[in-house]
Structure formats: C-alpha cells, structure tokens
C-alpha cells in the first residue's frame, strides 16, 4: 500500500481565519477522500477529491467553505475556512489505487479552534 | 436506515476471550467490504477484507452474509493489544467509502 504523509498534524487556529492541510501520496493513487472525526465518533466523508476537476462534496459539506484542491495523482489540500470552534476535529485523508479497493490513511490533523 | 450500522459498543472482554462484531448495510449492490482498526488517536488502518467466501487471518475471521446484508469480524483468543475501534467499511459505489460508527473493544487482564 501506499503511505500518505499529511501535514500539519495539529493546528490551533483563530476563529474565522483558514487552514490548509495538505496530503502528498508515495505513488499515484486513483482516488483521494477528505473525512472528519469529531471527537468518539467514526468518519465522515466530506468530499472526494478528483484530480483537474472540482471535487465532489457530500450532503452537508460545500466548496465554500471546504474548498479542495488535486492537481495531480499525488497530492491533494483541503482547506477549512473561516472557521469556527465547531469545525474543531480531526481530519483525515485516504487515497484507493483502484475502484472498490481498500484505503489507507494519512495521519490526520487535529483542528482546535478556538 | 443508515448505510452502515454497528454493533453498538464498548464491548469488554477478557484476555483470551472470543469476541465477534456485526455491521449491517444497506446497499445491496456493495461489492467490497473492509474491517478497519483504528486505535487511539491514531488513523484506521486496514485490518482484512472481506471475502464472499469469508477471511481468516491467524486469530481474525470475517464472514458476509449477502442475504441478510451484513459482514461480521470474529477475533478468537483476544490479547491486550486487540484493544481498539474497530470499523466496517462497506463501499456503496465505486467511489466513495463509507465508514460505520465503529465498535470499540477493551481487552482486560
């Protein structure tokens, strides 16, 4: 499998300002995936995000204020804007080399705002 | 119903027990299915795929039931460190994944 180094690893950020997160993947990937962990919860997809084209959001989640980048097979930003205290969590990144194939994860980054 | 549902947790058990999990689905159409574990405060990692015909890996068995819709984990002769979250994770297309809410397990001495 592939390993997925994501930085930063932790952040504690002002309310209303942006963070950028970013993920670079060892080798191609066919697939990239932004999720959140909110605290004792499991994973929520927040968009997968296509390479060269806008990245595909899940109810709930909107470009606005997630706004995700690919410009290639390997390397993939989420940015989380204007945020706010609710926004703290952790967020993960994954990439799949094929369709309905396993993913494996970068090693998060935990978000306090505050 | 939810795409995919999970044993509730915690589960607590005794070093040497045998556990087992269920996770449940709703897309009949998934074709893939994982079983994720994921300690704490660290990231999941892939712990086996799920097999129609089943899994096993020396002390880890995985079953599916496509009948009844749901996919189960087995762990015999539980030690310490099996102590995690452990996640099902069932594809409800090609290009997403889509993660339950995860069944935590506490091995005790």
């Known amino acids: 499998s592939a390993v997925i180094s994501q930085k930063p690893s932790r952040d504690i950020c002002q309310r209303g300002t942006s963070l950028t997160i970013q993920c670079q993947v060892d080798?191609?990937?066919?697939?990239m995936f932004w999720y959140r962990q909110q605290p004792g919860q499991s994973l929520t997809l927040i968009a997968t995000?296509?390479?060269?084209?806008?990245?595909?959001?899940e109810s709930g989640f909107v470009i606005d204020k997630f706004p995700i980048s690919r410009p290639n097979l390997t390397f993939s930003t989420l940015t989380v804007s204007n945020m706010s205290p609710e926004d703290s969590s952790i967020y993960l990144c994954?990439?799949?080399?094929?369709?309905?194939?396993?993913?494996?994860f970068g090693q998060g980054t935990r978000l306090t705002v505050v | 119903r939810k795409e995919v549902e999970q044993d509730p947790g915690p589960f607590n058990v005794p070093e040497g027990a045998t556990v087992a999990f269920n996770c449940t689905y709703s897309?009949?159409?998934?074709?893939?299915f994982f079983w994720y574990r994921q300690d704490c405060r660290k990231e999941p990692k892939l712990l086996m795929s799920?097999?129609?015909s089943g899994n096993e890996d020396g002390r880890f068995t995985a079953q599916l039931n496509r009948a009844s819709q749901y996919i189960s984990l087995l762990i015999r002769d539980s030690k310490l460190s099996d102590s995690a979250t452990y996640l099902c994770?069932?594809?409800?297309?090609?290009?997403?994944?889509?993660f339950g809410t995860g069944t935590r397990l506490q091995v005790f001495p």
């Open positions: 994954s990439g799949a080399g094929q369709v309905n194939t396993e993913a494996f």
């Open positions: 080798s191609q990937v066919t697939m």
């Open positions: 995000a296509n390479q060269g084209s806008e990245a595909t959001y």
């Open positions: 897309n009949s159409a998934s074709q893939s």
């Open positions: 799920v097999y129609s």
């Open positions: 994770v069932v594809p409800p297309g090609p290009h997403k994944l889509i």
